[in-house]
């Protein structure tokens, strides 16, 4: 399960992880090919090109993955830790998305992330990610024992990190797209509504259980 190119993709997420909250929130990955035309045109782009939305999000935007987490503090050093909840993804793009969440939780200063601990029975997919993670970047992600052990499977019950200089996606080149489609929304509060209802169809359509 190679991980997908992210040169065309924008990285969102609804919350400040920072937070040490236990209310969930949504991490994504989308496209927007009206983000990439205003890009190329330069400076004046945003203003040049033409509105495709109206309270809405642009019509070509769209997600190819998102997970629903949480903040929690877990561990014996009561450390905040992101906890993934349900996820939605395109064929292909689930080990992406959990690549970016992890660069994501490393870049917030979180003790990294923890496969769901809600049931002991974890779906096939996922649970190949994991194990993906866990044996083929070894060399940039360490594991940690988690301090509830309710997996039959080892590398569940462990709380993933990326290592301080190692990166697995392209998330600054993400933020950084995502800060020219907020610019070019000028941030209007309906748009906002729409595209986080559009991640969060995304973390819940396609899920087929804790992740």
């Known amino acids: 399960m190679p991980l997908k190119s992210t040169s065309d993709l924008l990285f969102y997420t ?4 920072k937070a040490v909250v236990t209310d969930p929130y949504l991490i994504g990955l989308f496209r927007s090919q009206h983000c990439d035309r205003t890009a190329s045109r330069g400076v004046l ?51 992406t998305l959990y690549a970016a969440i992890l660069q994501f939780a490393r870049n ?3 003790a990294g992330v923890l496969p769901s601990v809600t049931v002991p029975s974890m779906p096939p997919r996922p649970k190949a990610i994991w194990r993906q993670f866990s044996k083929a970047y070894d060399d940039k992600i360490s594991l940690a024992p988690a301090a509830q052990h309710v997996h039959a499977e080892p590398w569940l019950n462990h709380v993933y ?33 729409a595209l986080r209802s559009a991640a969060y ?8 259980g804790p992740v």
């Open 161 to 193: 990190a990326l290592k301080r200089g190692e990166d697995l996606v392209d998330l600054a080149g993400m933020r950084q797209r995502y800060g020219v489609y907020m610019r070019h929304t000028r941030r209007n509060d309906w748009v906002l509504h």
């Open 201 to 208: 169809e995304m973390a819940h359509k396609r899920s087929d």
């Open 14 to 17: 609804d919350r400040d992880a």
């Open 108 to 110: 917030e200063e979180l």
């Open 45 to 95: 782009g945003r203003w040049l090109s033409p509105t495709s939305f109206t309270g809405s999000v642009p019509d070509d935007t769209t997600f190819v993955a998102c997970a629903m987490v949480e903040t929690v503090v877990t561990g014996e050093q009561q450390l905040p830790t992101i906890h993934m909840c349900t996820v939605g993804a395109d064929e292909g793009y689930g080990p």
